[in-house]
């Protein structure tokens, strides 16, 4: 594909585009060409975007003047770009995180002063010791089948299942919503990480 920059005022987004961009996805394309520039160009078939239509949303929001792109060839028909489009959206869309490398990665560059949220993340919450009566508290008999669990560890230990816990925290919500208590839920993704049983 040929890749050269043109005028945003040329582009047209896609109307039958089958990826839907939500104002939070919009705010991390937005805040990431602002952090980062463009890093990739958009894909564009007589003028009309078939794959980055977010980025180009994005970028005229921001006021961008030009944009680079990758030309599909002359010989692609509007079927083949169409085909191309649910190609490139479906492919990302089957890659997995490996979510303990993205936990440590998360909780590293928020400790180095990067804005997590602006990412796309959920914010980092460091739990310090104090927090730790919070792992499982308030919980009752009348509560069934909530169970409340208590165990020892030394001041290094605390540390990194504290840390472990604001990682697993980072990820975001829980499949399992009658449990409201987070830190509980932290907890068992992590083991369910380690055991190899996350869905």
Known sequence: ???????????????????????????????SLEKFGQ???L??????????NGTLEAA???????????????????????????ADNRSAEL????EIALSNQ???LEDLGWDIEGLGFEKVAKASAD????????????????????FTLSHEQVEIVNNAISASLALGEFPDEENTNKNGNALTRMAEIFLGTQV
């Open 1 to 31: 594909m040929e890749l050269e920059t043109v005028a945003i005022g040329g582009l047209t987004l896609d109307p039958q585009n089958a990826r839907k961009h939500s104002s939070r996805n919009l705010a991390a394309i937005k805040a």
């Open 39 to 41: 890093r990739k160009p």
């Open 43 to 52: 894909v564009v078939h007589n003028g009309v975007v078939i794959a980055g």
């Open 60 to 86: 005229r929001s921001l006021g961008w003047k030009e944009i680079a792109v990758s030309v599909c060839p002359d010989d692609w028909d509007s079927e083949t770009a169409k085909a191309y489009a649910l």
């Open 95 to 98: 890659a997995e995180w490996d």
């Open 106 to 108: 998360l909780v590293d």
């Open 131 to 150: 927090d730790w009566s919070d792992a499982f508290d308030k919980t009752t008999k009348e509560q069934s089948p909530f169970q409340q669990v208590t």
